[in-house]
């Protein structure tokens, strides 16, 4: 939708413009040609650069993300839309009127949507009522569960807490059985959508009912519900709009993706209505939840549901957009920042905060490349179609692009729901610790007057808290658990309460995310900054010390929980090698960095270290990928398949071990092996590190 907005930087209120200008002015007399600068900075690597930092920050404007956001979150859209198809055009075109050199890839993947939904219940008192109708009077899609299968179901409502597997042992105990019911769950407990509908299927439970609770009473998350990442009809390749191989509905690796009892989710207040009315005993205190069921029945019944949910599959074109600016030095080394577009609703929060700010940082670079500036490395700007159907767009361009991608990226910046609320929350792979930490000192908190994020953040957490990559709730996934690359994802606040739902909107966004836009603008800040360190600084700024004495807290914990079932020897003495090799490379680093090397033997000398730094988290990934879903091929980091498990990494063998756990076999020789494949990912990644062959 070509909106005619400030896309161009000389489109913007008159104060901020003559601020531009003097900048400008300033920026002229601070920077060199992009010549001398290409030339100096082989000797003098980072000083140089500092000014641009400076301008780039200096650049924000709450008052620009603020109409980006405005803009993009006019209509309500969907993957594989037409609206869809407008914010893609909107995101293109700004990227096209800032003069950025822009791309779009397109995909044929198949997307699910609704066409009829009805929900009743007979109560025994009240009679038979038609419930589960919020959100009327909103232009957006129906809330429903992307893949649900289209069918009837009609059976006692039954209360299952999570609908993890140790709810459904609860109800044994209790003499309950799910089989034949339409069973009530509320969300959390650590168990996906998808996984929800399987265990109750597992069950006998007819149908699946999810609520969400902190959301809008009379919101509803929306949601996929298929297994896995990407097109279900490539698995594992690109799905090219021509010629490329497809699959068919009815084989089994496409079925396996999806559940074959239909769900649906309400709303907080159609679920207290319907667990209201359940009679049977009551479940356990921690089933109470915020409906304030105090005492809770679980049923079944007496209230008896009638689901009936027809959905309808489409093979859609998506649309990735990207923004390329190309590396002046080193233009086969890519640094990528990357969002998703596609909303379910509005998309205010997810994820087109996210959106804006990456628009933002678009705009702030292309103004410094008005001043002659040139990245070192290419940094491209990528806007994700279809990730709400299941990481889609990302996913298909990954696996399209896996050689390129594998051998060249630097590293993958994603920001989803950039502005939930107030404060930082950040997770990253461990080498990038120390270069977050930093960026977090030059960009000025938006909630604190003159204090550092950097300030803020560690006065709220008491420390530094970085979280790993393990979930697969964002575009980072295919990045780093498909294809090992160094990875980020940023947020401010958390636990929204209108996720997924219509009121996801800018009108919320204006008076509870962030009503002055600095949230946003402070994201944009850390997100551009970090890009441009990582596309900048000569030598790349990658700490696996602070990767090897993450491993070495995993390995205790590790220890605790196997009680001498295996031994993990193997591990440690793998890390051991990786923190000596670490060691080393920060020493040849520092001697690069200052080396009187000539010019060009320093330059290719660097090059060397870069790409060695670069590899190493490669390293981590094995062939075999996890036992339990062999697409994520990273064994440090991905989904292990029992959401029961306490690791958080190591996700095979966590796997191994909860199996074990679970069925008191002694599963020893599995568990080992598991041990085994962690130990030589890591020794994989000391010796890419290392670069000599063995
Ligand atoms: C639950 O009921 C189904 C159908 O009647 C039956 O096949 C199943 O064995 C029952 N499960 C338990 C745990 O009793
Ligand atoms: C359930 O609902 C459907 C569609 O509204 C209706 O055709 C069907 O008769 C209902 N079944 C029962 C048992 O109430
Ligand atoms: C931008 O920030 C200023 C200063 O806090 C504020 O007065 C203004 O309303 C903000 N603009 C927007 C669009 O929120």
Redesign the pocket.
Known sequence: MARQLCSSIFKRPTTTFVFIILLCILGLYTFDSPLSHTKKMTQEPSKEIIPFYDTFLSLSSNYTVAEYLHSLTIHSHLAGTREGYQTAQYVKTHFENLGLETKVSEYKVLLSYPVHL?L?A?FSNLG?QEIGFPEVGFDVVRPYHAYSPSG?A?GMALYVNYGREEDYHVLEVAGVNASGCVVVVRRGGGMSRGGVVREAEVRGAVAVLTYTEGEYAKGVERGTVMKGLGDPLSPGWGSVVEGGERLKRGDKEVEDRFPKIPSMPISLETAQVILRSLEGPRGPQEWEDTLKNKGVRIGPGPT?L?F?YQGEEKSATIHDVFAVIRGSEEPDRYVLLGNHRDAWTFGAVDPNSGTAALLDVARRYAFLMRLGWRPRRTIILCSWDAEEFGMIGSTEWVEENIMNLGSRAVAYLNVDCAVQGPGLFVSTTPQLDDLLIDITKKVKDPDAGDKTIFEQWTARNKGINIQRLSGVDSDFAPFLQHIGVPSVDIYYGKDFPVYHSAFDSYDWMITHGDPLFHRHVAVAGLWGLLALRLAEDPILPFNYRSYALQLQEYTSSLSNMLEGRASITPIITSIKNLLAVAQEVGEEAKKLSVSGASIDTGVLMRRMLNDRLMLAERGLLDADGLQGNRWFKHLVYGPSSNYESKLGFFPSLADAMSHSTQTKRGNQPTIQHEIWRVARAIQRAADALKGDLN
């Open positions: 009805s009743t007979h038979t009837m009609v008896l009638n009936t």
